[in-house]
């Protein structure tokens, strides 16, 4: 089982969800402890292809491993292309 670490942007977009779509977001993030690579996750491309997404209901998690670690860089709006700048600006 790998340990979970979640970026500040993570943190304070989770906060500002609803309580029922909070839990489901925290749940998929529960199950991508245990299995990190799930048949509905994707391998990013470009320069951020050292990430994978995965999405829940309207929210994408972007995550990445590094040893025994969850990196969990960004929670968003699936349709929003803000996602992507926040990826940009930490590469």
Known sequence: ???IDLSRQAVKFLKRLPPK?????ATK???L???PTPH???VMKGKA???????????RIVYRVVADTLSVI???NR???SIYRQIERKL
């Open 1 to 3: 089982m790998l340990r």
């Open 21 to 25: 779509h909070g839990r489901q977001v």
């Open 29 to 31: 993030i529960m199950e």
């Open 33 to 35: 402890r245990d299995n």
């Open 40 to 42: 509905d996750s994707i």
């Open 49 to 59: 292809s050292l990430y994978r997404r995965a999405d829940v209901g309207e929210y």
């Open 74 to 76: 960004v929670v968003g």
């Open 79 to 81: 349709n929003d292309s």
